[in-house]
């Protein structure tokens, strides 16, 4: 995922990237955890991009992978024919991690408002110009290369028609109502809550919040 980003990804963006900010760099990794993240370093001028290992594995079976917002983007916007495989997620996770690089280059991220109308844009265009399908090819090629499985079949889940959890690791969140109404970051998916760091000042307060009490805290 690492290379397919920067050979088919960022060589092409690269750029009209460089055109808006000057001197940036990206940096690619695998974590060992689930978490799997864009960041900016400003001193540094480093985009990087973080791919969790147990992400990886969470979207190789639908029972794991029903939950992760990348799988209800392929279905809602009709990505890959609205189809959820193992290669169309992973893929897709690629072209959504650098949907947010292009969103932060433009100035378009700001805090409370990272799913937003132009990230889609930027999202919905390395769809329609065929760079999410050239990162599927190259991530299906490499894998055939190393003699690993990487399965095409779209997924049957489970429960159809059922709600599953919609959030991840990054998400930015609502709960609690009125005055008592709190803004956090999702750091932990839980089975049946969120852990969720809530800025206050001085400090960061951490929340284990039951999956229907959150709320979106995005515009889009």
């Given at each position: ?5 920067r ?32 960041r900016?370093d ?10 969790g ?8 079976q ?6 992760w ?34 969103q ?19 999202l ?10 050239a ?7 490499g ?8 399965p ?65 805290a995005?515009?889009?």
């Open positions: 995922m690492c290379e397919a980003t050979e088919i990804l960022w060589a092409s963006a690269r750029g009209a990237v460089l055109k808006q900010n000057p001197g940036v760099a990206l940096a690619l990794r695998t974590g060992a955890g689930q978490a799997t993240y864009h900016f400003p001193h540094r001028k480093h985009h990087l991009i973080t791919y290992a147990k992400m990886i594995a969470a979207k190789h639908p029972e794991t992978a029903q939950g917002l990348s799988t209800r983007e392929i279905q809602r916007r009709d990505y890959f024919g609205g189809e959820v495989s193992v290669v169309n997620l992973l893929a897709h996770t690629c072209c959504h991690e650098f949907a947010h690089l292009l932060h280059s433009a100035g378009q991220r700001r805090y409370g408002s990272v799913h937003n109308q132009h990230f889609y844009v930027c919905d265009k390395l769809h329609r110009t065929g760079a999410a399908d990162t599927r090819t190259f991530l299906k090629d894998a055939l290369a190393l003699g690993l499985l990487l095409s079949a779209p997924f049957r889940f489970p429960h159809p028609g059922e709600e599953c959890s919609p959030w991840q690791a990054g998400d930015l969140v609502l709960f609690g109502e009125s005055k008592h109404e709190k803004r956090g970051q999702i750091i932990r998916v839980n089975r049946k809550t969120c852990t969720v760091a809530v800025h206050s000042p001085g400090r960061i307060l951490r929340y284990r919040v039951p999956l229907h009490l959150l709320r979106c995005n515009t889009a």
